[in-house]
């Protein structure tokens, strides 16, 4: 494609000591494996205020045919879905908000009660909400508990406009018990580590326990600094992280920094590593009409199965062991890129395309799962945010069998283990 790729180590600089691990680079022909969905949810119109954003799965600890997918939907609120798509309860949203990103964190025990708990990130408020799960609902499963005493998580006193809560992932940390919940700051690279509080008569707040800031421009080997383009328009912005996920069994916080790369380290917010880089790292650019222009015949210091950027993240768990996958969405391109499950191996490049139901495109938020999530998927799926719906025109999710992906792609089938473990 008469693109330098750069195979030298890049060294960063920043807000904090980092590191960035070697570029493993791909053949710029790799080709990508193509399935369909086999369920979609309802859509959710308008696009830009009520898209559907980011799911994650409840699994019933008894009743596969009962877990439910739950799905932010911005400024609608938070849907609650069945596994062939159908819809069980819609949760409205309070005035001023705008829900994000959402984790599902199992066998919570605050003040003597042991309870599944949904957490979200509010972008209007810079808030965390949280709701019981009650699987043996029907209609309800979800009754937020959120303490109205529960405090901003980037702000101090006040709310510090666009640059509130964002990003969002969590964990019961097997060692302690507790409830961890880490959340990215918008248009800041600032990171944050909550712990889950008991705030007295079934409700529940958060207190911050660690903080860090990812670099914000980096050193390239020519020993010049390259600083990402974020938002000409807003000079103060920078390229902040979204996707987030927790891997259980090794204690690794995985974090997608939008146009760099994806990010390593531990659930401490200590060690972080760069481990894979964009196409476009160190490239140069200019501003045109106050967008960002990729010069896209310079040096390239990334990596040429990446380009575009990165959102969305999920772990596919393969059993408990080592073994499984990273399956992260690239947004611009509408494809979803996998590597091994401790990030050092790029495995190939998928993406969701038309059959039964329209295509994937330009999705946000994923989820993925091993497990037996009922009829449809007895070995498990995978749950896309589908960011141009059609023919309805707004947005929904998509449900794809992962053995669908799985052979696409040449990956395992495991559905041992559990993630109430």
């Not at 009650?134 to 006193?157: C, D």
């Not at 880089?277 to 490239?283: A, H, M, P, S, V």
């Not at 967008?291 to 015949?297: F, L, N, R, Y």
């Not at 399956?327 to 979803?336: A, D, E, G, L």
């Given at each position: 494609m008469g693109r330098r790729i750069h195979r030298r180590a890049v060294a960063a600089a920043g807000a904090g000591l980092v590191a960035l691990a070697p570029a493993a680079h791909a053949a710029t022909s790799a080709t990508t494996a193509t399935v369909t969905a086999t369920a979609e949810t309802i859509d959710r119109k308008p696009a830009g205020t009520n898209d559907a954003?980011?799911?994650?799965?409840?699994?019933?600890?008894?009743?596969?045919?009962?877990?439910?997918?739950?799905?932010?939907?911005?400024?609608?609120?938070?849907?609650?879905?069945?596994?062939?798509?159908?819809?069980?309860?819609?949760?409205?949203?309070?005035?001023?908000?705008?829900?994000?990103?959402?984790?599902?964190?199992?066998?919570?025990?605050?003040?003597?009660?042991?309870?599944?708990?949904?957490?979200?990130?509010?972008?209007?408020?810079?808030?965390?909400?949280?709701?019981?799960?009650?699987?043996?609902?029907?209609?309800?499963?979800?009754?937020?508990?959120?303490?109205?005493?529960?405090?901003?998580?980037?702000?101090?006193?006040?709310?510090?406009?666009?640059?509130?809560?964002?990003?969002l992932a969590g964990w019961r940390n097997r060692a302690t018990g507790k409830g961890e919940v880490f959340v990215t700051q918008e248009n800041t690279t600032n990171l944050a580590k909550l712990v889950l509080t008991d705030a007295g008569g079934g409700k529940v707040s958060y207190q911050k326990v660690a903080s860090m800031?990812?670099?914000?421009?980096?050193?390239?080997?020519?020993?010049?600094?390259?600083?990402?383009?974020?938002?000409?328009?807003?000079?103060?912005?920078?390229?902040?992280?979204?996707?987030?996920?927790?891997?259980?069994?090794?204690?690794?916080?995985?974090?997608?920094?939008?146009?760099?790369?994806?990010?390593?380290?531990?659930?401490?917010?200590?060690?972080?590593?760069?481990?894979?880089?964009?196409?476009?790292?160190?490239?140069?650019?200019?501003?045109?009409?106050?967008?960002?222009?990729?010069?896209?015949?310079?040096?390239?210091?990334?990596?040429?199965?990446?380009p575009g950027d990165l959102e969305g993240i999920g772990l596919y768990r393969a059993g408990t062991t080592s073994n499984g996958y990273l399956?992260?969405?690239?947004?611009?391109?509408?494809?979803?890129?996998?590597?091994?499950?401790?990030?050092?191996?790029?495995?190939?490049?998928?993406?969701?395309?038309?059959?039964?139901?329209d295509a994937v495109n330009a999705t946000d938020g994923l989820d993925v799962i091993n497990v037996d999530m009922g009829p449809k998927y007895p070995q498990g799926m995978l749950v896309t945010q589908d960011g141009k719906d059609a023919p309805e025109g707004g947005t929904n999710f998509k449900f794809t069998p992962w053995p669908s992906v799985a052979k696409a792609m040449g990956l395992v089938v495991d559905t041992a283990g559990t993630p109430r473990s």
């Open positions: 954003d980011d799911p994650a799965f409840w699994v019933h600890p008894s009743d596969p045919s009962k877990s439910l997918v739950i799905g932010t939907v911005k400024e609608a609120g938070v849907d609650v879905y069945r596994t062939d798509g159908s819809l069980v309860q819609a949760v409205p949203i309070p005035s001023g908000s705008r829900y994000n990103n959402i984790e599902v964190l199992y066998g919570i025990n605050l003040g003597g009660t042991t309870r599944d708990l949904a957490v979200l990130s509010d972008r209007g408020t810079d808030k965390l909400h949280i709701f019981a799960i009650n699987g043996a609902s029907a209609t309800a499963p979800l009754s937020e508990v959120t303490a109205s005493s529960a405090p901003l998580v980037f702000g101090g006193s006040k709310k510090i406009n666009s640059k509130t809560t964002y990003g800031s990812l670099p914000d421009h980096f050193t390239l080997p020519n020993g010049s600094t390259w600083k990402p383009c974020f938002n000409p328009k807003h000079p103060d912005w920078v390229a902040h992280a979204e996707g987030m996920v927790v891997d259980p069994d090794t204690g690794t916080l995985w974090a997608d920094q939008e146009i760099v790369g994806l990010w390593k380290m531990t659930t401490d917010l200590t060690n972080p590593v760069l481990v894979h880089k964009l196409t476009r790292f160190g490239q140069k650019y200019s501003v045109v009409s106050g967008k960002c222009k990729i010069d896209t015949s310079s040096p390239s210091y990334g990596e040429s199965y990446l399956v992260i969405s690239n947004q611009q391109k509408s494809v979803f890129t996998v590597f091994s499950r401790n990030g050092s191996s790029y495995v190939g490049t998928l993406a969701i395309g038309g059959g039964a139901f």
